[in-house]
């Protein structure tokens, strides 16, 4: 590693040679993330015993992660920053450390989060968004990358029946971004005041399921509605969807306090159950009382690829009915994260909301003009600074073609439906998720002979122990809590191997044996 503002002896500058520099890097690093890729590849030999590789020393280390309380890792991880840079050995070593400590998602005992490793496609994408290492803020400095957004975001409104001349949408750094993005457009849009004077005595409120994400309460607090603003409304306790009845009771409820209802959220795959509302009705609600109408596609969404699974009326069927919807292909599809996009009916909208005059960023003419299109994209969102997230969905398009997403969704339905039926042969396993299974997770309690404890504190702590006994065996799930006391949530996708999730439900049945549950 070197830095010279050196001169030649003729008084020009030294050449330049940072791609030598990138290409030596390049190499170096791909020799440390080929074997941990590998790594994952391998691992699937043993996956089907309900065991993954175990490695030995001071702690059991599998494949999929070498688990440490944060106090220990930060002694292994030696966190300090040198006066003097360590060059590239320095480098490869803090890279060594990264790999080893990190949960490596190319595993395919990860099942712990609604997302899991990307595929070639997606790092080659990444490499090629650091290399630009330009912000999609303005047209000037990125323009491939804005019209490959513009597109892509066109693309994904239309598969949600938005087909309008003025359908689009812009990319979001995450699906709470898009949420509360959202919620600012319908505010702007419907009470245009409160652009410049803010809320003053207007009492807004929204609603979302019960069941819904948490990005909503917490936008209330960041835009000033406060999280009292935001109703929960109840679901039906057999599917987890959102009760229209109730939500109608509500927003009649909350007129009736002088309260001024503007905003729904439903719920297109919960992070819990994976249910999805019932857009129809809700729709219904919303345009006999001048809601904006939100779908928070952000698990869900994806779904959307499989025309088949999304027009179910358990599932998408009415998107088109609403608004604006979330969605996040970084979930669902496989692409890096972060990969998200707010999808709306009527950009025209959009713009009139969120715009701003900044003239020494937006240089565009005819800011009069309400039907001009924006490629100023920031223009068109609440951040600045931009990365040009839409690019790794567009490659992904590209190399693999909408017909393999397709049946990635399709496969991940089915590898849902497997677990579930290896649940429902064992009787150790209460199923408690909703049926025909909604989404892509699976949850259920570990009972052994389908006896479950009275004691709430009981079957959380054994939910909780063999959570953690599965990280040993090279799987990770996640638990939620339930009325029972916590259960078990698995998440699986299209590349979820059969042989792994059999060892799953081994894996378990061993773990709770160890434990003399």
């Not at 309380?69 to 920053?81: Q, S």
């Not at 513009?150 to 309008?164: D, I, M, N, R």
């Not at 959102?242 to 306090?257: F, G, H, N, T």
């Not at 596609?297 to 690829?305: A, E, L, R, T, Y």
Request: hydrophobic share 40%.
């Amino acid at each position: 590693m070197t830095i010279s503002t050196s001169s030649l002896a003729n008084g020009t500058e030294a050449p330049v040679s940072r791609a030598d520099e990138v290409k030596d890097l390049l190499t170096a690093i791909e020799d440390l993330i080929i074997p941990f890729i590998q790594a994952a590849d391998s691992d699937t030999a043993t996956k089907h015993a309900g065991n993954g590789q175990s490695f030995n020393g001071d702690v059991v280390r599998t494949v999929l992660v070498e688990p440490h309380a944060p106090k220990e890792l930060e002694k292994l991880l030696g966190l300090l920053v040198p006066e003097k840079g360590t060059g590239k050995e320095g480098l490869l070593d803090a890279v060594r450390k990264v790999l080893r400590y990190s949960v490596n998602t190319w595993d395919q005992g990860f099942m712990d989060k609604l997302y899991a490793s990307t595929n070639a496609v997606g790092l080659v994408s990444e490499l090629l968004l650091a290399t630009l290492n330009t912000n999609s803020h303005v047209y000037q400095v990125s323009p491939a990358l804005t019209l490959i957004e513009k597109h892509t975001s066109k693309y994904l409104a239309s598969l949600f029946g938005f087909t309008s001349p003025h359908s689009g949408g812009i990319s979001q750094p995450g699906g709470s971004a898009s949420n509360s993005t959202s919620l600012v457009i319908a505010r702007n849009t419907l009470f245009p005041s409160t652009k410049t004077d803010g809320l003053g005595s207007l009492k807004l409120r929204l609603f979302t399921s019960a069941h819904g994400h948490y990005s909503f309460e917490k936008a209330a607090q960041m835009f000033g509605l406060g999280s009292n603003a935001v109703i929960p409304v109840p679901v039906d306790p057999s599917t987890g969807r959102m009760l229209p009845s109730e939500l109608e009771r509500l927003v009649q409820e909350s007129k009736a306090r002088g309260e001024i209802p503007f905003f729904v959220n439903a719920t297109a795959g919960t992070t819990v159950l994976g249910s999805f509302d019932p857009i129809p009705e809700i729709s219904a609600i919303c345009k006999a009382h001048n809601l904006w109408l939100h779908i928070d596609g952000s698990w869900g969404g994806s779904v959307i690829f499989n025309s088949a699974l999304a027009q179910s009326p358990l599932r998408l069927k009415g998107a088109e009915l609403a608004d604006s919807i979330a969605i996040t292909p970084h979930k669902m599809l496989g692409v890096p994260m972060t990969c998200s996009f707010l999808l709306c009916r009527d950009m025209r909208l959009v713009r009139k909301a969120m715009t701003l005059p900044a003239g020494y960023l937006f240089h565009s003419e005819g800011e009069e003009e309400e039907d001009r299109e924006i490629y100023d994209l920031a223009d068109l969102t609440p951040q600045c600074g931009r990365r040009g997230d839409s690019l790794k969905l567009f490659l992904s398009l590209s190399y693999y073609g909408s017909e393999y997403f397709s049946q990635l969704v399709q496969r991940g339905f089915e590898n849902a439906e497997f677990v579930l039926s290896l649940l429902k042969t064992s009787p150790d396993f209460i199923p408690i998720s909703p049926e025909p299974l909604p989404c892509l997770q699976v949850c259920f309690y570990f009972a052994r002979g389908g006896v479950l404890s009275k004691d709430k504190n009981q079957v959380t702590q054994t939910t909780r122990k063999i959570t953690e006994g599965l990280i040993k065996r090279g799987f990770m799930v996640d638990y939620a809590p339930g009325e029972k006391g916590s259960f078990f949530r698995v998440v699986v996708n299209g590349n979820t191997r059969t042989g792994t999730l059999e060892g799953l439900v081994t894996a378990i049945e061993a773990v709770a044996a160890d434990l003399g549950v």
